[in-house]
């Protein structure tokens, strides 16, 4: 949907062991030379790897199946059988691993780095690891032990330090790309905003990511809209703001329903920290509605901004850098 790929599901399975082999020594000039079969080689493991350059799952849309090498069987002269090779599944920063039957998380990968999700099979024993002095030819080794299989559910969260929460068409795009080097697409219609967009805010000693998602509407929790679908992207962020268009007339009642569809959502959303961003100063004749807004909201840090006067953006930038300082 919208080229945007945040769900999917695969099948993994890790690679068998090879046998061990059976084998003995037969060399002239060389009497009762012995077992000399060598071990099997061990099994491919299945390997997810973090990868920062990618931001969604469409590389793994058509290939759902990942399967690692089978270990190569032992041989004679104590050769040990070639490894099987892994199978590597890169994906982007953010991944909730679950199995797709019983939904037992598996893994969380939010940093660049490779997690082992099954392993492969050790391989068997040559027929000379079972010598002994009443056992002086073996004629026995040890078959590899199986690979392993699962179906995994494969969940995208975007790594972001805030998120935008919004109705449609309330000026996250136009904030987006005004403080940030993103250029999401802006027009003056509802769900201009299909996936989530990130953008990189330069606070002077480190970078602040935010990240946008399509608009909410009333019911989105209960699967309304495209806001629902994306909501997840936002569980990871630090805190969050929200954005209320002033030039609308439902602007007083916007955060409480912005608000209740977070917490029917999710609950621990509406525990972020958060600002809320009074939007289009610009088109107001006066600064009535943001002083409502503020007496309506009394403890909540209200701002108002105009993208196109740069009004109260450089306070909305301090506000967006309070919210982001580690405890």
Known sequence: ????????????????????????????????????????????????????????LAHLRMKRVFRAQNGRPGEGRRKHGRDGKDAIVEVPPGIRITDADTDELIADLTEESTFCILKGGKGGKGNWH????????????????????????????????????????????????????????????PFTTKIPNLGVMDAGFRDIILADIPGIIEGASHGAGLGFRFLKHISRTKGLAFLIDLSEDNYHEAFEVLRSELETYAPELI?????????????????????????????????????????GIDELREGFIDLTKEP
């Open 1 to 56: 949907m919208f080229g945007f790929v945040d769900e999917t599901v695969i099948e993994v399975s890790s690679g068998h062991g090879g046998t061990g082999c059976i084998s003995f020594r037969r060399e002239k000039y060389v009497p009762r030379g012995g077992p000399d079969g060598g071990n099997g080689g061990k099994g491919g493991d299945v390997l997810f790897t973090v990868k920062r350059n990618l931001k969604t």
């Open 130 to 189: 079972f010598t002994s002095s009443v056992r002086q030819a073996p004629r026995y080794a040890q078959p590899g032990l199986d690979g392993e299989e699962r179906k995994l559910k494969i969940v995208l969260s975007v790594i972001a330090d805030i998120g935008f929460v919004g109705f449609p068409n309330a000026g996250k795009s136009s904030l987006l790309a005004h403080v940030t080097n993103a250029h999401p697409k802006i027009a003056n219609y």
């Open 271 to 311: 525990k972020k920290p958060r600002v809320v961003i009074g939007t289009k100063l610009d088109l107001l004749e006066n600064l009535k509605p943001l002083e409502e807004l503020k007496g309506l909201l009394p403890g909540e840090r209200v701002i108002g901004i105009s993208c196109f006067s740069r009004r």
